[in-house]
């Protein structure tokens, strides 16, 4: 009996997979150590809890656009996941592990991306915010704006630790929904032209070197 076999020479390493091309849509910030600084961690996940506020299966979606993007290898499931979001240090469960650079590119480009097949959505949440505001109508009054809200009062409660809120200083429902209005309009502001870039780099203002 033949038998042929194909093997590695000693010393050869195998061949690196290389990463997806859609991070590199995002610059290189320079930062010391390529780990990411604490208010862009505290901000990504701020987004990620709006969309979730947004979208009742906002998490599964996260996941699965991990996939559609050639980012699972980054994003690989929902433990995964958990970990990288609970470097915010404002979680009730902070993980004290970096959060690398490469997977804050990962989760700004989907937090995009979402965002995008959001934006009627979203624009129309802040757009019914401002008529109420002009006609000094209680924001409760609209079903819509008021079950985002809730839902993101709801989520902001059980997960971050107001011990750890620092200059947030959010100790009412009132200041809740203020930064729940604000996301939405970082958000938005994610969907414009280059604006997935131009929030990157905003998470390092201050920050470079």
Known sequence: MNVSASLTPYNESPTPKALPMILDTLPEPAIEGQI?????????DLLLLAIEALELEGSEAILVFAQELDLKEIIRDRVN??????????????????????EAKALVIITC?????????????LMIHQQLLDKQIPLEQNLRLSNYLERFRV?????????????????????????????????????????MQ??????????VE
């Open 36 to 44: 990411c600084p604490r208010r862009a961690r505290l901000q990504i």
């Open 81 to 102: 996941l958990w970990r990288m979001r609970s470097t915010n240090p404002m979680r009730r469960v902070n993980i004290r592990r970096p959060l690398k650079i490469i």
């Open 113 to 125: 991306y979402i965002a995008r097949r959001l934006t009627v959505t979203i624009r129309q949440l």
């Open 155 to 195: 989520h902001f409660k059980s997960r971050m630790n107001p011990r750890r809120m620092g200059a947030y200083a959010l100790t009412s429902d009132e200041k809740i929904d203020e930064l729940a209005i604000d996301l939405l309009g970082k958000l938005l502001f994610c969907t414009g032209t280059a604006g």
């Open 198 to 207: 131009r929030f990157w780099i905003s998470l390092f203002d201050g920050e």
